[in-house]
């Protein structure tokens, strides 16, 4: 009996045997090469840091892997926060909707995986206030008022305007009305440029505007008043815009003088001393002024103002 069993027993087959081992090792390789594709493909790495750069729009990047579906940046913030998804590694500003000026964000970003299980994890938050550029202003013209106006700018407080009249460039700066009178300065070949300001630190000036470019023919109004103090033979004259030069007529006379106003409620004061001309005047019966033609872009076309002597 006992040899008819060991008769039974077969010998191993030793090349199935290795044909098995080896079938499992490839087996075994397969399935760890998938594993490590997977994992090479959605990993639970990091991308660095978010980098802010500052040009004339702030952007925000985070370093490229194409083995993932897309890119995720999150501002979080004390009172709000704000995700977006990108497929490019960098977004702008402008591609940021809810950003508030002057709040500080903790700025983050992941890559994205086919499903959210895949995404990688967030790098480590980085600091960032929010801070705007102005737009900048379009303006538009009035040749029958002389006017020069613009689009209101969001957020902004005043404006600072530059006008270059020939070899004469002014600067009004913080001025908070949205238009510009051109019969401030002289007439002539006329630039005048807009930049948009706000109080908020954080909202910065605009760019100036594109260059507005006109021929302005500027003619001057009438004078308000004008007296003269016999004992200290000052002259002052009241006007409604800004002059250079004012003519005084004395015994039939035109002299042209050189003024600067002072202004007060609105008006311009000119003081002219014309102690120089005393004897003349105790002789004269009348005295008259006008602003001074200047040239074809500056007139004065009313009737001189009678000079009243106290």
Request: aromatic share 12%; glycine share 4%; hydrophobic share 35%.
């Amino acid at each position: 009996m006992e040899e008819q069993t060991k008769a039974e027993k077969k010998p191993i087959d030793k090349k199935k045997f290795w044909l098995i081992v080896g079938g499992s090792i490839i087996g075994v390789a397969i399935i760890v090469g998938i594993l490590l594709a997977f994992l090479l493909n959605y990993n639970s790495t990091a991308p660095d840091k978010v980098q802010i750069t500052n040009q004339e729009l702030t952007y925000f990047s985070i370093n490229a892997n194409d083995n993932y579906h897309g890119y995720r940046f999150v501002f979080e913030s004390d009172s709000d926060s704000i995700t977006v998804n990108s497929e490019e590694n960098v977004i702008s500003q402008n591609d940021i909707e809810g950003l508030v000026a002057g709040r500080r964000y903790q700025i983050s970003a992941c890559y994205l995986g086919q499903s959210e299980g895949a995404n990688s994890d967030y790098s480590q938050p980085v600091t960032w206030i929010c801070t705007f550029k102005l737009d900048c202003p379009e303006l538009v013209y009035d040749n029958h008022t002389n006017i020069i106006s613009w689009n209101p700018i969001e957020n902004a407080d005043f404006y600072n305007i530059i006008v270059i009249s020939g070899s004469q460039t002014k600067t009004f700066e913080h001025v908070a009305t949205n238009n510009f009178d051109l019969n401030q300065v002289d007439g002539g070949i006329v630039k005048v440029y807009v930049s948009a300001l706000s109080s908020n630190p954080y909202l910065y000036q605009s760019d100036f505007s594109t260059e507005f470019s006109t021929e302005f023919y500027k003619t001057f109004k009438s004078l308000v008043s004008a007296t003269l103090d016999r004992e200290t033979y000052i002259l002052t004259i009241v006007g409604q815009q800004s002059l250079t030069h004012i003519d005084i007529q004395i015994n039939y006379t035109w002299y042209s003088c050189t003024v600067t106003p002072t202004i007060t409620d609105d008006q311009y004061v000119f003081q002219i001393s014309l102690s120089d001309y005393a004897s003349i005047i105790s002789q004269s019966t009348q005295i008259n002024v006008r602003p001074t033609t200047l040239d074809e872009y500056n007139v004065y076309i009313d009737t001189p103002l009678s000079v009243e002597i106290v």
